[in-house]
C-alpha cells in the first residue's frame, strides 16, 4: 500500500547491512494469484530500481520470488514453472540484469519451493543463477535430498532459502529414519 515508504526503508537496511559487510539477500514474497501477470509489473519495478542502486555492490542478493504460489492447483510442477514461474522470472531478471550484471539471482521453484526438478530440467538462461529450495526435517524425506541432488547433477546451483528441524510451520521436532528402520 506505501511502496515507497517500504522501499526506502529496505534500502536503509540494505546499506546497514552492506555497510557492516553482510550479505542481504532481498526477497520478493509474492509471485502471482488468479494471474501469473498479477505482480510481475510491481516485481519487475522493484528490482529495476534496486539493481540501479546497488549494481556495484557484491553483497546484495536478489531473491525474485521466494515463496511461488500456483494460480491453478491442478498445474504439476512443470507446468507451473513453464507457465508461470519460468515467465516471471524472466521478465525479471532481464530487468535486474540491465543494471547488474553479476550479481546472484536466486529463483523460486514449483511446489512451494520442492519443484527444483523442474527448474533443473528447464533451466534460465543466464549466468549466476541459483534455484530456491526448502527443507524442513520434520515431513521432508530423502525424496527431497534426492531431488536435490538430482538438480545439482543437472548442473543447476541449489539454494536452500528455508530450512529448519521442525515441519515448514514451525512446529514439532525433527524427524529421522535410522538403518535400521526406526524413528
Known amino acids: 500500500k506505501e511502496p515507497e515508504r517500504y522501499f526506502d526503508n529496505i534500502c536503509k537496511i540494505c546499506d546497514m547491512c552492506v555497510a557492516q559487510g553482510i550479505y542481504v539477500i532481498v526477497d520478493w514474497n509474492v509471485l502471482y494469484g488468479e494471474s501469473s501477470d498479477e505482480n510481475t509489473d510491481a516485481a519487475v519495478d522493484f528490482f529495476s530500481r534496486l539493481s540501479v542502486i546497488y549494481s556495484d555492490t557484491d553483497n ?105 528441524l521442525t515441519n515448514e510451520y514451525g512446529v514439532g521436532g525433527h524427524s529421522h529414519t535410522f538403518l535400521d528402520g526406526t524413528r
Request: charged share 20%.
Open 60 to 164: 546484495i542478493i536478489y531473491e525474485i520470488n521466494n515463496d511461488p504460489v500456483k494460480a491453478n492447483d491442478e498445474l504439476g510442477a512443470s507446468d507451473e514453472w513453464e507457465n508461470n514461474i519460468k515467465p516471471f522470472a524472466t521478465r525479471v531478471i532481464d530487468a535486474i540484469r540491465e543494471n547488474d550484471s553479476n550479481n546472484i539471482i536466486i529463483v523460486g521453484t514449483p511446489k512451494n519451493g520442492l519443484g527444483v526438478n523442474a527448474a533443473s530440467k528447464s533451466q534460465l538462461e543466464y549466468s549466476n543463477i541459483a534455484y530456491g529450495f526448502r527443507f524442513f526435517s520434520g515431513p521432508h524425506t530423502e525424496e527431497q535430498r534426492n531431488a536435490v541432488a538430482e538438480a545439482l547433477g543437472d548442473g543447476v546451483c541449489v539454494f536452500v532459502t528455508q530450512w529448519a
